[in-house]
């Protein structure tokens, strides 16, 4: 059984501090790892895609990805209450399907 | 461009109704997916279709069909409805389903089976 592991939160960030989130996966072949970000009643949409080992930065969005330990992480920089969300992990298997976590949920404290 | 659409918004069904959900993407993509997402749980992948003319299982598919009538329409039919089905359905299409490729999701349908 593939699995993505996502602690559900709430996790709660003061407003201006970094947001850590974190996902392990468990298919070792996975090669490409997606943060999608969903708010209260809406559809997800993507934040951040990585396939390699190392950090990828957008803005104020940073993902880490680590094979060797299978994980994945999101750091969000100069929280906002707009960030407030539900974070959602997802990893392409090797049956061309994205598997996905269950997500943490984010709350930025004014 | 809308991207992808899907209607309806809202259905209340009771076990044993039928109902189609429809979904249409205006984006010129190939691949095509139905999820559903319940609490608790991360979107679980019911069928998709990676080309015009294709469709495939996913995890949860019982209870489900599909049809993809053409390159911008993928529906999902439930023909007897269950109280198990009651669920958020998400609708979304990628460019080639390729494994570095976006999914682009629909606003979703809320429905209630009692």
């Known amino acids: 059984q593939k699995e993505v592991e996502q602690n559900s939160g709430p996790l709660s960030v003061p407003e201006g501090a970094i947001a850590s989130l974190n996902c392990t996966y468990s298919?070792?072949?996975?090669?490409?790892f997606f943060w999608y970000r969903q708010y209260s009643g809406k559809s997800p949409e993507l934040i951040m895609f990585?396939?390699s080992n190392g950090d990828k930065e957008d803005g104020r969005f940073t993902a880490q990805l680590n094979k060797a330990s299978q994980y994945v992480s999101l750091l969000i920089r100069d929280s906002q209450p707009s960030d407030s969300a539900t974070y959602l992990c997802a990893f392409w298997d090797s049956n061309y399907q994205l598997i996905w976590g269950a997500g943490t949920k984010l709350i930025i404290k004014p | 461009n809308a991207g992808v659409t899907q209607t309806p918004k809202f259905q209340v069904l009771k076990t044993g109704q039928s109902m189609t959900l429809q979904c249409a993407q205006d984006?010129?993509?190939?691949?095509m997916y139905w999820y559903r997402q319940d609490p608790g749980m991360g979107l679980r992948l019911i069928y998709y279709?990676?080309?015009?003319?294709?469709?495939d299982k996913g995890e949860v598919p019982n209870g489900y069909n599909v049809s993809r009538l053409n390159k911008r329409e993928f529906s999902l039919r439930l023909e007897s409805a269950a109280p198990s089905q009651t669920s958020v359905y998400f609708c979304?299409?990628?460019?080639?389903?390729?494994?570095?490729?976006?999914?682009?999701f629909g606003p979703g349908t809320r429905l209630t089976v009692l």
């Open positions: 990585i396939y």
């Open positions: 979304a299409s990628s460019r080639q389903g390729a494994s570095t490729d976006t999914q682009y």
């Open positions: 984006m010129n993509h190939n691949s």
């Open positions: 298919d070792r072949g996975s090669q490409s």
């Open positions: 279709s990676a080309s015009e003319g294709t469709t």
